[in-house]
């Protein structure tokens, strides 16, 4: 049964969104707990992509091969999780989105796959954000982390908004990222942590979950 | 504070700075191909006063003779001045940018003159009211009171007056003797220039550029939008510096024409939404956030004082209208110097540069949009890159499976400019150096690649401390920039609901120095044949310059920009898609790409 689990984390690995589907359909017909399947194999096999990707050895287009892969298998797989099971263990939530006035998500979208690949559960709130709709949204959904994203100079001022008004609630850690943000902006606006990549985004969430 | 005097003009600089910096603070130019890292030697400057404080460096040793350092000359960002020093900029330090300017701009035959001249021969007048009276009569009652004084002896000796019109109008009077002038001004974000038209030579006689001097608050324009939105005093500080630069580089111009400002008729301008706003004294605040509108999209005529141009209180300043917040009066101009609208088949033109600016126009229907590439194009962000200037590898190629390469000035190399990084990534995947998924490919790359993976770099040249190498993250930037510009264009060829486009052109220097084969090799334009692909050099420039010059072409501007239909890429559900699939040398779908995914020696194959 091992093998199959194997040849799902292979599939990712390869990136073989064609027979990803009839090895998930061989998963459930084995008895294999999806659960199971899905964070040793599917799991396993996204974070060896993501590792990948944040080495320099891949690039955009086969992360998001990977993770389209991963997310084929999981349309299979998911809707057989027995109801009331204990579900998966996440390494924790995370709510991202791209903040007011900003549209451009590709940055963010990148960051949440890779997150949503190390475990991560992610609640995308999609672009333009506004401020009140973060604020909120920590109260509703609870996350350990929110992430904000601004692709331009313009907008960053709405993250420091964000970031005191969650701060202050001490709902939940703050991250931010994006082109235009430095460290020495995410210090000045007293966020939790900062990355320049998508893959130390992945490993200063991880960091910032077990403060 | 120590004061630098550059060449008369006086600057403040900060102890503890280099001369570098005072004269980028200056706005004159001078030539740092390495960026003041102090490994070209090209920055040279002279020393008015021996400064025995300041001696020179090891590097200056180095890289200068020793007759010159005793002379005075030395490196400008080797210089911390003390106190106060004395500068000038010697000839062969200042970079080359105006010819490059002049040589792109084309100045198109003008069909229908638009500034025009005629001669009145007066009657027997004895005094200047006489001659006011039959200029009311004659021309009109407002010149009539217009007749400096200086003319007056001229006037009457010759008997006669000269007559300026603009588009039929008169605007002017003035002695035979006088010459009136006209601009055509091109506000880049990182280069200004100005064009002088000579009334009655009917042609551009003359050009002279300076860099932008807001740079110095801001290097791309997002970030002097923020600049200006922080507070009034920060906006009026970007318009009071932009307009002190137009208005000292049209009196230069002027005077090199024989003339001065205040002779000049007429400034038309062009440049991006936000330049244009920034000059206008306009909010620039909602070009900051989504959607980007401009205050203003209509053709704008005010007069000099309006916006406190010096010396050019009375002259006419107009700009033609704008499309959208990225979408600016720059590329309305490249669209009526390229006739874009009249093409015949589906054409489409590309202004490259950190913010592309595309158009497409099939059937009389006309789309444009602007697509953020970043400045990998002008050798931004890449681990060696570099504006072409001298030292610049500007050209890759390959004989017996290695890479050659040849730099500007044939000099050492320093680094490279953008078209040297495409010829070196397509030269590369026609030898399987990179693969078609960006990567170094280390088999064949042998010695030259130094570590691995994401940490990998290419060695293009080393010697003793100087070292040009291509990393695996600068080939990342190249596949972003161009992936932006390919999914752009392919966005707008899908709205027009045509296959392909049967025609490219490529606006700007970077079109006209770049090797157009091995940019279509890389997927930066699709696969159309190479002579369909023309580069048409500085089109915003020929475009301001027929606004000034040509009726005909005043005429057709606002039906231009009426007609362009603005599609903004970030609210495109297919963008990112199409972005992705655009990263691949020369792109994920080989069938887009027959010729040139032949021509990649490696092709990465994904879930099989």
């Known amino acids: 049964m091992d093998d199959v689990i194997e040849r799902l984390k292979n599939a990712v690995i390869n990136y073989d969104i064609d027979c990803v589907k009839d090895i998930a359909q061989e998963v459930l017909e084995k008895g294999i707990d999806p659960i199971k399947a899905i964070e040793q194999g599917l799991g396993e096999g996204i974070k060896t992509v993501g590792k990948r990707f944040g080495d320099g050895e891949i690039f955009l287009p086969e992360l998001i091969m990977g993770a389209e892969t991963m997310k084929t298998a999981m349309a299979v797989l998911e809707p057989a999780i027995p109801a009331g099971s204990p579900g998966r263990t996440t390494a924790g939530k995370v709510l991202i989105g791209t903040v007011l006035d900003d549209i451009h998500e590709i940055g963010k979208n990148l960051v949440a796959t890779l997150l949503s690949a190390n475990g991560f559960e992610v609640v995308d709130l ?45 709902g939940a850690k703050t991250m931010i990222g994006g082109a235009p943000v430095t460290e020495d902006f995410a210090k000045k606006i007293g966020a939790s942590g900062y990355s320049g990549d998508a893959s130390g985004a992945v490993t200063k969430a991880k960091e910032l979950v077990k403060k | ?85 004395s500068i000038s900029i010697p000839e062969e330090s200042r970079e080359a940018t105006l010819e490059l300017m002049l040589k792109y701009a084309t100045v198109k035959k003008i069909e229908e003159p638009a500034l025009t001249f005629a001669t009145l021969v007066l009657p027997n007048i004895s005094n200047e ?105 920060q906006k009026q500080l970007l318009e009071r510096v932009v307009r002190d630069g137009v208005s000292d580089l049209i009196r230069k111009l002027a005077s090199k024409m024989g003339c001065s400002s205040s002779d000049v008729l007429r400034i038309t301008f062009v440049g991006n939404t936000a330049m244009h706003h920034l000059f206008l004294g306009l909010d620039v605040t909602r070009l900051g956030k989504v959607p980007f509108s401009p205050e203003i999209k209509n053709a704008i005529e005010i007069v000099g004082k309006d916006i406190h141009l010096k010396g050019l209180e009375y002259a006419k300043i107009t700009a033609p209208p704008l499309i959208a917040g990225f979408v600016g009066a720059d590329l309305v101009a490249v669209l009526l110097a390229t006739d874009l609208l009249s093409s015949e088949i589906p054409t489409a033109v590309i202004d490259i540069g950190t913010n592309a600016e595309i158009a497409l126009a099939c059937e009389g229907r006309l789309l444009c949009c602007s697509s953020a590439a970043g400045p990998a194009f002008e050798g931004g962000n890449i681990s060696y890159g570099m504006r072409a200037t001298e030292g610049a590898i500007i050209r890759v190629w390959s004989e017996a499976g290695k890479l050659k390469f040849e730099t500007i000035g044939k000099s050492e190399p320093i680094g490279l400019c953008g078209s040297g990084l495409i010829d070196f990534v397509a030269e590369s995947l026609r030898i399987g150096l990179v693969d078609s998924a960006g990567t170094y490919v280390q088999k064949n790359c042998g010695e030259s690649l130094v570590g691995k993976h994401g940490n990998a770099r290419y060695l293009m040249y080393s010697s003793g401390r100087r070292e040009v190498s291509v990393t695996q993250g600068d080939i990342r930037q190249l596949q972003l920039a161009k992936a932006a510009m390919h999914a752009g264009l392919e966005i707008l060829i899908d709205k027009m609901g045509i296959k392909k486009i049967d025609r490219l052109l490529l606006a700007g220097a970077f079109g006209a120095n770049m090797s157009i084969r091995n940019g279509r090799l890389i ?23 027929q606004l000034v010059t040509d009726m005909n072409a005043r005429r057709k501007i606002d039906a231009i920009a009426k007609k362009a239909e603005h599609v903004e890429l970030s609210l495109e559900k297919d963008f990112q898609k199409r972005f992705i699939a655009s990263l691949d040398f020369p792109h994920q779908d080989s069938r887009k790409y027959p010729e040139s995914s032949r021509s990649v020696k490696i092709r990465v194959t994904r879930g099989k």
């Open chain 1, 126 to 170: 999609g672009v333009n954000v506004p401020n009140e709709k973060f604020i909120q949204s920590v109260k509703d959904a609870k996350p350990n982390i929110v992430a904000l994203s601004a692709l331009m100079t313009t907008t960053m001022p709405h993250m420091a908004e964000v970031v005191k008004q969650v701060s202050a609630s001490q």
């Open chain 2, 1 to 85: 504070m120590v004061k630098v005097t550059i060449e008369g003009l006086e600057i403040d600089l900060e102890q503890g700075k280099n001369l570098l910096e005072a004269i980028r603070k200056s706005n004159l130019r001078i030539t740092s191909p390495c960026g003041g890292k102090g490994v070209c030697g090209k920055c040279l400057v002279k020393l008015g006063k021996d400064d025995p404080e300041n001696l020179p460096s090891p590097i200056e040793k180095e890289l200068l003779e020793e007759e010159d350092i005793k002379e005075g000359y030395r490196l400008a960002c080797q210089v911390f001045p003390h106190r106060d020093v």
């Open chain 2, 129 to 233: 009211k006489d001659l006011a009276d039959i200029i009311a009569k004659q021309v009109s009652k407002e010149l009539s009171q217009k007749i400096e004084d200086r003319e007056l002896i001229d006037i009457m000796n010759d008997g006669k007056v000269r007559i300026w019109s603009d588009a039929g109008k008169p605007v002017a009077v003035s002695s035979l003797k006088a010459r009136k002038i006209s601009i055509a001004l091109d506000i880049g974000s990182t280069t200004m220039v100005v064009y002088g038209f000579d009334i009655i030579d009917q042609k551009i006689v003359s050009a002279e550029a300076m860099t932008n001097p807001q740079r110095q608050y801001g290097e791309d324009v997002m970030t002097r939008i923020d600049f200006s939105m922080k507070s009034q005093k």
């Open chain 2, 523 to 545: 997927g930066m334009f699709p696969e159309i044949p190479l002579n369909k692909i023309m580069p048409v050099g500085n089109a915003a420039g020929t475009g301001a310059i």
